[in-house]
């Protein structure tokens, strides 16, 4: 599943979160209510990024995505 698919499944507060905390390392709970939305973090999708020391990381394409939405943009699907 993608982002764009995923996202309305997201409680309002984890899009806000994500919104507000763009670009940061994913806590593990908001990964994982991704991950039950539909969107698993192991798949190989364009917006599957990096996990690293400090978590999971989404990668540029995804923040961008993010970030058009914060702005009340209606970014491309993909």
Known sequence: MSIEQGWPKLKPSTRDWLIANN???VPAEV???IEEAGGSA????WWV???GPAGFY?????????EA???GETPAGR
């Open 31 to 33: 990964l994982r209510e």
């Open 58 to 66: 989404f990668p540029d394409e995804a923040v961008d995505w993010i």
């Open 42 to 45: 192991a798949s190989g999708a």
């Open 69 to 71: 939405v914060a702005n």
């Open 49 to 51: 990024g990096e996990r």
């Open 23 to 25: 670009g940061d390392a």
